[in-house]
């Protein structure tokens, strides 16, 4: 069955960085894209990213650019987001969530990550 | 890329309907026709529960159903039931790789 099963909660400070992982099974890896979305404490789901697994193309929220960055590593079939600059508005369960393949689909999301900036 | 408006919450009675509306622009929802819906209870993954503005992933009631005019999408539960009081979120492509999530509507069944 499909499955993707992110890294665990983090802690930081304002300014550090962070990297989620997203590691995927149960699948073709190089079939389907993964989405990165986040919900902020009492706040809606926001979209941040898209990678292809092909790791030709990347798409970001223009509220992220120059400090989000989506990588993927196909040799361990994991995704990574990592989020730099961080304030305390970045405080947010982080998901990562595979793209059916019909256009935006999100058919199996992450658990989540809480990842708390605090000083 | 500002987010797509929904209503904050929507009601309804146990055996009613409720329609959720999201409005964007002529840059996404009225652009393409890939509009996803997703079901969200607090503390667990969201749901998909529509693709392509009409279509549900198998094991999807068919109370639930999709539709969309000019920049409006919408989302229709029908027959309500307990379950189904949860946050709802549509999503629709931009374009150029970007995707953006509506506002969110909170469904109480009454």
């Known amino acids: 069955q499909v499955q993707l099963v992110q890294s665990g909660a983090e802690v930081k400070k304002p300014g550090a960085s962070v990297q989620v992982s997203c590691k995927a099974s149960g699948y073709t890896f190089t079939r389907h894209q993964i989405h990165w979305v986040r919900q902020a404490p009492g706040q809606g789901l926001e979209w941040m990213a898209i990678i292809d697994p092909s790791g030709q193309w990347t798409g970001y929220a223009q509220k992220f650019q120059g400090r989000l960055t989506v990588t993927r590593d196909t040799s361990t079939s994991t995704f990574y987001m990592d989020l730099s600059s961080l304030r305390s508005e970045d405080t947010a369960v982080y998901y990562c969530?595979?793209?059916?393949?019909?256009?935006?689909?999100?058919?199996?999301w992450g658990q989540g990550t809480l990842v708390t900036v605090s000083s | 890329q500002s987010a797509l408006t929904q209503p904050p919450s929507a009601s309804g009675s146990p055996g009613q309907s409720v329609t959720i509306s999201c409005t964007g622009s002529s840059s996404d929802v009225g652009a393409y026709n890939y509009i996803s819906w997703y079901q969200h209870h607090p503390g667990k993954a969201p749901k998909l529960m529509i693709y392509?503005?009409?279509k549900r992933p198998s094991g999807v009631p068919d109370r639930f159903s999709g539709s969309k005019s000019g920049n409006t999408a919408s989302l229709t539960v029908s027959g309500l039931q307990a379950e189904d009081e949860a946050d709802y979120y549509c999503?629709?492509?931009?374009?150029?790789?970007?995707?953006?999530f509506g506002t969110g509507t909170k469904v109480t069944v009454l």
């Open positions: 392509e503005v009409s």
């Open positions: 969530a595979r793209d059916g393949g019909n256009w935006g689909d999100k058919d199996h």
């Open positions: 999503n629709s492509y931009a374009g150029s790789n970007i995707y953006v």
